[in-house]
């Protein structure tokens, strides 16, 4: 729908009293972000935006700062210096109705009635209780919960509650998801449903942003990607900007004898390394090596039944750009988060 001026639309809750928020053009703006606990520094000078309708992976190894970037997103934190604006606001705590958070500690009220909290979680989030127990109810046959209404939260295993939770922050339809290790216990059968209802909400252009220090999840999942080490920012960029940036330079080669494939392919002019994978010859490329004339190459030097170029993987572009760095990071990138955005505005105390 279109407001005065031009400006998007998009109705926020449910019945007669429906709010009227316009879209901005960035949900997530962070500028010289940093917070710290004692001498420890856990964020360092973040700057971060996540567009409207992304889905963004916020990525890195466990204690790089991604909770604590999170939890003052959130306002539940407060930096020590700073800006940040959440969907066009000077703190979460003013569109909170409009945000959906899924902590990585769990939060259910464990003696109440799954149901009953529910009911309880979409209410204060303004949600029209006409049909809301055939929502919730439908919700939790999507998550495989169809028999755990009548139940407390106590007695629920811990990957119940996390789909609970989840549950709970989606009911009220937010356009910003913020999920903070949404997959942490969770068995590969419920990691793929759940993985399946974050792409449904992004589908449905609601902003998503995920922590997870398991680089694969991003990798399957996201269409941005920012990537933290001790707390300062080394990649920001779109998943199709990654794989243009970070050439392969490693191509798999499949042979019938991996012995003297091995022999023929060592020390050839172009070649780093030859060591065997998973019933695979790896050949790591020199730098300025040009991987199409190393294929033909090899296919020349070697029988090879199959050969193709590896893409590198998040982990491998993360290991890459540590080394390449020496530890220096906030490293400016292509296509970052650095360019135009809608103006921050200072961070502010509160409780959520």
Known sequence: MLGKRGHMIRLVGGGAGVNREPLVRDAIVIQGLTKTFGPKVAVDNLDMVVPTGSLCGFIGPNGAGKTTTIRMIMSILFPDRGQLSVLGKASALDSKDRIGYLPEERGLYRKMKVGAFLTYIARIKGVDPHGLTATIKTWLDRVELAD????????????????????????????????????????????????????EQHAGGTTVIFSTHVLVQAEQLCDRIVMIHEGRKVLDSTMTQIRARFDPRTILVEVPDAAAGLEALRGRPGVHAVRPENGLLSVSLEDGADPQHMLRLIVGLVPALRVELKRPTLEDVFVQIVEDTGGRTDERQPGGGNGAAAPAVPARSGAP
């Open 148 to 199: 755990v209404y009548r139940k407390k939260c106590e007695e629920l295993s811990k990957g119940m509650q996390q789909k609970v939770q989840f549950v709970a922050a989606v009911l009220h339809k937010p356009e910003l998801l913020i999920l903070d290790e949404p997959f942490s216990g969770l068995d590969p059968v419920n990691t793929r449903l759940l993985r399946d209802l974050f792409n």
